[in-house]
């Protein structure tokens, strides 16, 4: 047992030729939230605090498609997402249709704490926010360029694209494009953690998909899909949302473990490679024992992770596997 | 086994007091609701059909909570929400938010069908809604006097209280004047109105499918969403079984309680009665809800730990029943 902390910053088709200028960037802000996460465990800090607290992280994060660095709708707005559960009690609290709320993941915390709800969404959550006192801020804070440019190389090339760490490149790019059959994807960010008595909790924030119908909703906010918690794991996960949505995926890995005596990992990888599509799904989570599974089914999913007996690894890519 | 089934629910948390002539009126409409369904399912149509079509008279009807009858936001409104699922391949649809639309069943369905998405709510719905053409209506269409009355009552109460074991005050002045004690989701069971509707079918092809739509919480915040759209919590679909929710939105989130079903039965092999009883005993803690489900081998079941639940089931072999009370 001890401590655990795995996180992400989405799963998708991150081709290994991914430049450095735009790989470091990621690595450093998963390097610095871990360590935020790390410090946190270590200083006895509960584990659903631990959560808030690295997500809201990556979520000022330009560089991950949550909070600060959304991917925008068909409209070119912002509509940001989130969920927080607490494996102890089960409570949980979601939001959906953010607009000017600088911290989503917080006022899913808000939600699950002080109304008698579990997930606002849209206007009422913006007003929920306003009663609260969160912090926001024009919508414009969170667009940035690289996200305007996404949105308008989706719209020509007509298609709802997930993978936004496509370099900004031409359509007809000879070189490996996801985006050229549409099915790249990544997108969300998220931590799970576990304290030595067994405590667990999950969060997960994102700004959606690339391009996506005003109103769309997606696993992130979906208790079961994007985020679960219970006595044995938590889990977070990440990748195409209706996929996630459709395999309940988060859910699954804790239903595995309890029902057929799976092991976290063992969990995890059926439900990564057995029960979703390839190159749809990607998840990280943790268990009560504190030990940790990162899976992904996509070519990538940016992560890092640490545990108490000195592991610790950040990482994009998965060798020697399938 | 083997052939079709069918599965209706009008809501679970029923005030002991509803007068006879209530209690009549549900259980007519539930009865109509089921041969509607049964005559679909004797002219072949595919479960996801049936599911959607008997959805859309549940909401069609006022009687229950869903489409018009639904009950109001605090602010005198109405937001529906539905979800569905097709077992086949998983497929689903799921709406949140619909002010104008007449069957926020059928939105869910096109959702499912003719977008690239799996849920849309709210304002993108509502243009959704009018891009495929969709019935839609004022928001007055969908607001009945008792529901504003019942809203009335329910602010007095102070209800959707966060300790939901504060005693609520004012429930003498509804029911047939008996002061209940029941409470369901912070509202005292008299003025509590029993959420949301749902249909499971399994066809003659074995193929599970499995709808909810409500108008959601009386006096709910807006913007607030409860499970009948959150596939996993208050609908599920797969392989082996249908399964639609009712009852207490948070204990049903919380539970997944429609996927667990379906997980019960494919990882621990559990048969669909067992899976249903485990899941409604062991799955709810302090929650109160209901669920009804079907399995591809034909069998209908429910279940529910709170008081009483609108019913009803029907399978291929002529068994039909409907009920409210256990």
């Keep these: 047992m001890g401590w655990a902390i795995a996180l992400h910053g989405g799963a998708g088709d991150i081709p290994l030729s991914l430049p450095p200028e735009r790989r470091r960037p990621r690595e450093e802000a998963l390097r610095r939230c871990l360590q935020i996460g790390v410090e946190a465990l270590k200083s006895k800090m509960a584990p659903l605090d631990v959560v808030e607290l690295v997500v809201r992280e990556l979520e000022n994060c330009p560089h991950f498609n949550a ?12 509509e940001m997402e989130a969920s927080i559960m607490d494996g102890n009690t089960k409570k949980c609290g979601a939001v959906s249709g953010l607009t000017t709320v600088v911290n989503a993941i917080s006022l899913a915390r808000l939600v699950m ?13 913006e007003e929920f926010a306003k009663e609260q006192g969160v912090e926001t801020i024009d919508s414009s804070h969170f667009i940035t360029a690289e996200n305007i440019e996404r949105l308008k190389q989706a719209q020509e090339a007509n298609r709802v694209q997930v993978d936004y760490t496509q370099p900004i490149q031409k359509i007809d790019s000879k070189k490996e ?17 576990v304290d030595s008595q067994g405590n667990l909790a999950s969060a997960t924030s994102t700004g959606g998909l690339v391009n996506k119908m005003v109103g769309r909703i997606g696993d992130t906010p979906v208790i079961g899909a994007g985020t679960y918690a219970n006595e044995l794991c938590a889990v977070s996960a990440t990748g195409k949302g209706e996929s996630i949505i459709r395999g309940t995926v988060a859910r699954d890995v804790a239903a595995l473990m309890e029902f057929k005596g799976l092991s976290l990992e063992e969990a995890a ?5 057995e029960r979703t599509p390839k190159g749809t799904v990607g998840l990280v989570a943790v268990s009560a024992k504190g030990e940790i599974s990162v899976s992904h089914n996509t070519t990538g999913m940016f992560r890092a992770c640490a545990s108490e007996d000195g592991y610790s690894e950040i990482a994009i890519w998965s060798f020697g596997l399938n | 086994m083997g052939g079709w089934a069918i599965a209706v629910h009008g809501g679970a948390g029923v005030d002991p007091n509803l007068p006879a002539h209530r209690q009549e009126q549900a259980k007519q409409l539930l009865t109509r609701c089921l041969q509607l369904g049964v005559s679909a399912l004797n002219s072949n149509l595919p479960a996801i059909d049936v599911v959607e079509l008997v959805v859309r008279e549940l909401e069609t009807d006022p009687l229950f909570n869903s489409g018009r009858g ?14 569905i699922m097709d077992g086949t391949k998983r497929r689903c649809g799921a709406v949140s938010g619909v002010t104008t639309v007449k069957n926020p069943i059928s939105l869910a369905r096109l959702v499912m069908d003719k977008s690239p998405h799996s849920y849309l709510a709210f304002s993108g719905a509502e243009e959704f809604a009018r891009q495929q053409g969709v019935e839609t209506v004022d928001n007055e269409y969908f607001i009945t006097p008792e529901n504003v009355g019942m809203l ?16 609520s005050a004012g429930n003498e002045t509804c029911g047939a004047g008996v002061e209940s004690p029941l409470q369901m989701n912070g ?14 079918v399994v066809d003659g092809q074995g193929c599970c499918a499995a709808g909810t739509s409500t108008g959601g919480l009386m006096n709910k915040m807006t913007g607030r969403i409860g499970d009948s759209p959150l596939i996993g919590a208050g609908t599920y679909a797969g392989e082996v079984c ?7 939105g948070e204990a049903i989130i919380r539970g997944t309680l429609a996927r667990e079903v379906a997980a019960v039965m494919e990882y621990r092999g559990l048969k669909l009665q067992e899976a249903v009883d485990f899941v409604i005993k062991e799955r709810l803690d302090e929650g109160m809800a209901g669920l009804i489900a079907v399995s591809k081998s034909g069998e209908v079941a429910y279940g529910f730990n709170c008081n009483g639940m609108f019913r009803g089931c029907a399978t291929q072999d002529g068994f039909m029943e409907v009920g409210i009370w256990e």
């Design chain 1, 67 to 78: 909070g600060r660095g959304s991917v925008l709708t068909n409209k070119g707005t912002i």
């Design chain 1, 113 to 125: 704490e002080k109304t008698p709800h579990i997930y606002l969404a849209f206007d009422g959550a």
């Design chain 1, 177 to 193: 494009t996801p985006i050229a059959n549409g099915d790249s994807q990544l997108g969300t960010v998220g931590c799970v953690a």
């Design chain 1, 269 to 273: 990888r059926c439900v990564v490679e």
């Design chain 2, 70 to 83: 639904s009950a109001l936001t605090e602010k005198g409104t109405v937001e529906m929400e539905a979800s």
């Design chain 2, 152 to 167: 009335k009552l329910a602010k007095e109460a102070n209800a959707i209280l966060f300790d939901y074991r504060i005693p």
């Design chain 2, 187 to 200: 509202l005292p069971i008299s003025i509590y109105a029993p959420e949301t509707v749902g249909c499971v």
């Design chain 2, 242 to 248: 249908g399964v639609s929710c009712t009852g207490e």
